[in-house]
């Protein structure tokens, strides 16, 4: 024959087993109430400066949509055309 023997499917790889979360590093929490009390400062602290820069962000970028030359503008400017 010109042609060759016919090519049998191979099987498909079997399911690899999933596998859990990591465990995360160990936290020793302080035993101290003035080093306590410092941990909920900076905990306090660090989510108002979270939120003040997105919000800082989000107002930035609001901006920027509003001005002339955009990606709205050039969307719209290839639709005339």
Same mark, same amino acid.
């Given at each position: 024959? *010109?042609?060759? *023997?016919?090519?049998?499917?191979s099987k498909p790889a079997a399911?690899?087993?999933?596998?859990? *979360?990591?465990? &995360?590093?160990?936290?020793?929490?302080?035993?101290?109430?003035?080093? /306590?009390?410092?941990?909920? /400062?900076? +905990?306090?602290? %660090? %989510? &108002?400066?979270?939120?003040?820069?997105?919000?800082?962000? %989000?107002?930035? %970028? &609001?901006?920027l949509e509003m001005l002339k030359?955009? +990606?709205?503008?050039? +969307?719209? *400017? +290839?639709?005339?055309?």
């Open positions: 024959m *010109a042609q060759g *023997a016919v090519k049998t499917k399911p690899k087993k999933q596998k859990g *979360a990591k465990p &995360g590093a160990r936290v020793v929490k302080p035993k101290k109430s003035s080093l /306590i009390s410092q941990n909920k /400062i900076k +905990k306090k602290s %660090a %989510a &108002g400066l979270v939120g003040q820069t997105e919000k800082l962000l %989000a107002e930035k %970028a &609001g901006h030359g955009g +990606k709205r503008d050039k +969307k719209e *400017a +290839k639709k005339t055309k």
